[in-house]
């Protein structure tokens, strides 16, 4: 018996599930909040939505981010009002995903897809432009050809997390709030959030927000 | 309160006033916020500045006031303390009332913050986070305008941010003295505007996007160049002119992108003029030089440092031996800091062996003049008993000195006699404005103490002698105009001196850091320290080695040397007398045949491209050291971004000059030279850069110095000099803020406020000329001609005519022969196209 005393944990181990998966070619699903790469928006005209204030790269603890805004061209804005982000750079070297620049954005413009497996040979294709950042015409991310992108990874591409949004509303206490709109589309509130009715009528002409399935505009 | 003290003086004794339950101690007649303030307690407020008037427009520094009849809610801007006050500024009362104003201040306020210049250093935020409701009740729609207008060619307005504080309305007003702002329509649909048709083209639009409270002002060069929390800053001195206002310069990303005036009580008051607020734009400019470059046949090519300063020292070691130290020159230097002129002093003078460096450009005035005159402080003309100004128009060449003694006579009752040959800026100001002719400003100040000249200028005149017995006269004296020659305004301020018993001086020239460069000795028969030559010999020689046995030629007798194919080598250091020295043509030929020409500049100018070898030097701010403003006040410049290319400052560029020529300055740093400076010259000595670096220095400390070189008191009787004929006009020549000069032409949102070339003459003498305003004119002297449109202008004195140096165009500079004593012209109409023809 003390011969197969030393066996137990394995045969106990044997019968339960298993949990490792062979990586990278079963790839796990990720959780729901999850932060990976950014992207930077469109609004469903196609104009971008960030408008090159800056607030985060000045919110960026590890100082990665650089923007430099400029006067939007009046007869071809590039996003609505007077100014646009001309240049915008993330460095991949330093950005710790921590999803401060998330919540300083007044546009939702920088948002975060869950792709973290990407990697680079030299340090300036680390440093991802606006031409990466932005998302496609049809509002999502592009796939660049050194990223290992998954089918959910573009789930819930919004702006989360908004621990102290909502003015604080003391419903949101320890709860995820989601903002109402996914990166390329509308998705629903989560229940006690502001505003739930109103979206949900609108979500009814878009698809249910938590399916990855719907469209960029969409209904309009 | 206040007493008049036995000895009738006013004896200050504090108010007692209860602040939040704490007794202070204000001063009589300070405003309550001001009080506080001092006390440690910050009421906020929008519209009160410290250097304007209080108006209580915004109603934000409502605190609860009991005056003794009771609290009651009262702006603390408008009220001055008075004994037994209590003030309450933390009350339920008061903070109710802040939030009140706050939301209605946000009524009409758009969201604009993200992309707002003003957002992360806006008041009105700051304000609204620490006294403000924290949520609006506003759902309605909010007024509307137009989004940014521009009201100037730098000042931009967006009429849905303005709070209606009457900042910039009262400082154009009160301050700037150009009224070209103003509140229009009532109520709701009050706004800020400029007049229809009349841009807010003031030289002094910048400070109003300062002291905007909110990002209703915005600055064209600014805009959306970055956001306040990438910035960094480091006070400095602004060398665009010699005033030396005191500027925060900032940079993002290495680059400059902002200047902000700060208030220093002894200079600028936190005012800059738009030249200076905005000419960091030249610093950034792609056109600086940024590699030296050789001459191989008729290009310019780069080469290393090493060929380049090879080639300068084989160049100027080769003039030195075959035809001796006379025949080297260097010209310019008002450009440098005092450091660097000072190793360029002691280079020309120990290493090359030449005494003809003059930093003055021929536009000036004799050194030993403005060196050797009593001196009198910025705030000691203001305060003077009367002012006398002989020189140029203040607004154009000094405009904040201009702001100064604007102040000095609007609010403090300060006399003016001005000594001019055409109305300036500052007539409107003056007690009495007296013309001269150009030449002969010593003629009109002979008569004035002679009871001489016309009758109907007899009455000025008299008035004129009455405010000159005043007690503490001070005389700002410059170069009225390039067209006459100094000798006139020299001997006018000699013959004032003599006859007004204790009369100092302000100089008034305007180049950049000229003063300094004085001071250090860039300037014939002058050494370091104000000292002539021979006084400073015995000191010099033996700190240096050796000294010029004797005095040499000034810029005008460079060129005039170099002409002549006396000067084999002459060096520019960020000169260009093909466009800074009044005589074209002699300034032409005298680049030209001087036999090998060494520039050191930041720009390849006219004179730069003549040059044989290009030394590039780094520019304002990336460079640290001192400066001198016209008081002899020296102050520290600070580095704020790395230079361009190759790049080396001055006085590194003095340094390897003389090692290849088998010299040593002995120079590692800039600091290494301050202290030679500070030991050897005299004016200097006791002006430690610790002194400097200390809070004492923080407006700078005027360099007092010995001022015994000029001991002549010259009584020669003026004489006038003849006109040629019944047709000729004399020309006057002055500055204008905005010109062709490289600081202006490479900064872009300056170079369109040139205004080109006008000519300027009286309408009567037009009319006798059979010239009409707006022709195009042949201007005629002996040296050449110009062709021009005309204006008729009143303000023109008659019989002269008014062009402005170094305009675009061929320019004054195009007429003047610095031989003569004044430019006799001829004003003829031309067809279009027969420019030619027409003589
Ligand atoms: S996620 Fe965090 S570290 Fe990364 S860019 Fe945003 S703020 Fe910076
Ligand atoms: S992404 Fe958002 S926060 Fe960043 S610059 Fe653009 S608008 Fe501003
Ligand atoms: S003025 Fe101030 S409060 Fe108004 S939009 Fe600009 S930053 Fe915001
Ligand atoms: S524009 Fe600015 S400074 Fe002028 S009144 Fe409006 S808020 Fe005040
Ligand atoms: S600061 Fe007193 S009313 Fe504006």
Redo the contacts with the bound molecule.
């Keep these: 018996m003390g011969y197969f005393e030393g066996f137990r944990i394995t045969f106990k181990e044997m019968f339960k599930p298993r949990v490792t998966t062979s990586y990278p070619e079963e790839l796990r699903p990720k959780p729901e909040r999850a932060h990976g790469r950014h992207v930077l928006n469109r609004h469903e005209d196609g104009m971008e939505k960030c408008i090159g204030c800056e607030l985060c790269a000045g919110v960026c603890p590890a100082r990665c981010i650089y923007v430099r805004g400029a006067d939007n061209p009046t007869d071809a804005p590039i996003s609505p009002g007077e100014r646009y982000g001309f240049v915008y750079e993330i460095n991949y070297l330093r950005c710790i995903h921590c999803d401060l620049c998330v919540e300083a954005c007044p546009t939702e413009a920088i948002t975060e897809s869950k792709l973290f497996e990407f990697s680079f040979t030299n340090r300036a294709d680390a440093i991802y432009t606006k031409r990466e950042l932005l998302v496609g015409d049809d509002g999502r991310p592009q796939r660049l050809p050194w990223e290992l992108w998954s089918d959910d990874d573009e789930a819930n591409t919004s702006a989360w997390v908004r621990a102290t949004a909502s003015s604080g509303r003391a419903d949101y206490e320890g709860r995820v709030g989601w903002s109402a709109e996914l990166g390329y589309g509308i998705r629903a509130p989560e229940v006690g959030q502001a505003g739930e009715d109103a979206v949900a009528t609108a979500d009814d002409r878009h698809g249910h927000g938590d399916d990855v399935g719907h469209g960029h505009g969409g209904g309009h | 309160m206040t007493d008049i003290a036995e000895n009738g003086t006013e004896a200050v004794r504090g108010v007692a006033v209860t602040l939040n339950g704490r007794v202070i101690d204000a001063q009589p007649g300070e405003l309550v916020i001001n009080a506080a303030e001092r006390a440690g307690v910050y009421i906020p407020r929008?519209?009160h500045h410290p250097r304007m008037q209080p108006v209580g427009m915004c109603r934000m520094c409502i605190v609860e006031i009991d005056t003794g009849r009771g609290p009651a809610l009262l702006p603390s801007c408008m009220i001055p303390v008075a004994e037994g006050m209590v003030v309450e500024t933390e009350s339920p009362v008061t903070r109710k009332a802040q939030d009140g104003v706050l939301e209605f201040l946000l009524v009409n306020h758009p969201l604009d913050c993200p992309v707002c210049d003003k957002g992360g250093e806006c008041p009105l935020q700051d304000q609204t986070v620490a006294f403000g409701p924290g949520e609006s009740r506003f759902v309605e729609e909010k007024r509307h305008h137009e989004k940014p207008i521009a009201i100037s060619d730098v000042v931009q307005?967006d009429r849905e941010?303005?709070?209606?504080?009457?900042?910039?309305?009262r400082f154009a007003k009160t301050v700037a003295g150009d009224p070209l702002i103003s509140f229009v329509n009532r109520g709701n649909e009050t706004e800020?505007n400029t007049f229809p048709d009349h841009p807010f083209a003031s030289y002094f639009s910048g400070n109003?996007v300062q002291?905007?409270?909110?990002g209703?002002?915005t600055a064209t060069p600014y805009r959306f160049k970055a956001r306040p929390w990438d910035l960094d800053q480091v006070e400095s001195t602004c060398t665009s002119c010699s005033v030396g206002c005191r500027v925060a310069v900032e940079s993002s990303s290495n680059q400059l992108v902002r200047y902000l005036g700060v208030d220093v009580d002894a200079v600028n008051w936190g005012w800059l003029c738009d030249k200076g607020r905005f000419d960091f734009e030249a610093v950034n400019s792609e056109n600086r030089l940024a590699r030296p470059l050789a001459r191989q046949g008729d290009d310019l090519v780069e080469v290393s440092w090493s060929d380049a300063l090879t080639k300068a020292a084989s160049a100027l070691g080769g003039a030195k031996e075959r035809h001796g130290s006379s025949s080297i020159a260097v010209v310019g230097g008002a450009r440098l800091t005092n450091e660097e002129a000072y190793a360029w002093s002691k280079l020309a003078r120990s290493v090359l062996g030449t005494d003809s460096v003059d930093a003055q450009m021929g536009d000036g005035l004799p050194s030993d003049v403005v060196l050797g005159l009593p001196r009198a402080t910025i705030d000691e003309t203001c305060a003077a008993g009367t002012v006398v100004l002989l020189g140029p128009d203040l607004k154009e060449e000094l405009p904040i000195l201009y702001l100064r003694l604007r102040d000095a006579v609007v609010n403090h009752g300060l006399n003016v006699i001005e000594i001019s040959a055409s109305q300036t800026s500052m007539t409107r100001y003056a007690a009495v404005s007296l013309r001269y002719r150009p030449g002969e400003a010593a003629v009109l100040v002979q008569e004035l103490f002679e009871h001489a000249g016309d009758v109907d200028v007899q009455a000025d005149l008299g008035r004129a002698r009455a405010l000159l017995e005043a007690n503490n006269v001070v005389c700002v004296l410059g170069r009225p105009s390039v067209a006459e020659r100094a000798d006139s305004v020299v001997q006018a301020a000699l013959r004032l001196r003599s006859r007004v018993p204790g009369m100092r001086f302000l100089s008034a020239l305007r180049r950049a850091n000229i003063h300094g460069a004085l001071d250090m000795g860039l300037s014939p028969g002058m050494l370091p320290g104000r000292v002539s030559l021979e006084e400073g010999r015995e000191v010099f020689t033996e700190a240096w080695g050796q000294l010029p046995g004797s005095v040499g030629l000034d810029t005008a007798g460079v060129l005039r040397a170099a002409a002549e194919g006396r000067i084999q080598a002459l060096i520019l250091v960020g000169a260009d007398p093909l466009a800074d020295f009044p005589d074209r043509d002699l300034a032409r030929r005298g680049v030209a045949g001087a036999g090998f020409v060494l520039a050191v500049d930041c720009f390849a100018t006219d004179s730069v491209r003549q040059a044989d070898v290009v030394l590039p030097a780094v520019s304002y701010a990336e460079k640290a050291g001192t400066t001198t403003n016209i008081e002899g006040r020296v102050s520290r410049l600070h580095q704020k971004v790395t230079a361009p290319g190759t790049t080396r400052p001055d006085w590194m560029i003095a340094c390897d000059l003389a090692e290849r020529l088998g010299g040593d300055l002995g120079f590692e740093t800039a600091e290494a030279i301050w202290d030679e400076i500070e030991r050897l010259a005299p004016a200097h000595s006791g002006l430690t850069a610790q002194r400097l670096a200390s809070s004492e220095g923080l407006e700078g400390i005027v360099a007092a110095g010995p001022s015994s070189i000029l001991e002549t008191t010259m009584d020669v009787t003026a004489t006038a000099t003849l006109p040629v004929d019944g047709y000729s006009l004399r020309l006057v020549s002055t500055r204008k803020l905005y010109d062709n000069g490289t600081l202006v032409q490479q900064s872009p949102s300056l170079a369109p406020l040139a205004p080109g070339e006008v000519v300027r003459a009286n309408p009567a003498d037009l009319d006798r000329l059979g010239v009409a305003s707006n022709d195009r004119v042949r201007v005629a002297s002996s040296r050449g001609a110009v062709v021009a449109p005309v204006e008729a202008d009143a303000a023109v004195a008659r019989g002269t005519v008014l062009l402005a140096f170094n305009q675009s165009g061929s320019g004054a500079a195009d007429l003047i022969d610095v031989s003569l004593p004044v430019t006799e012209v001829r004003v003829e109409t031309v067809g279009i196209g027969d420019r030619e023809v027409s003589g």
């Design positions: 929008f519209c307005l941010r303005c709070i209606l504080c009457d900042r910039c309305t800020v109003t002291i905007c409270p909110v209703a002002l």
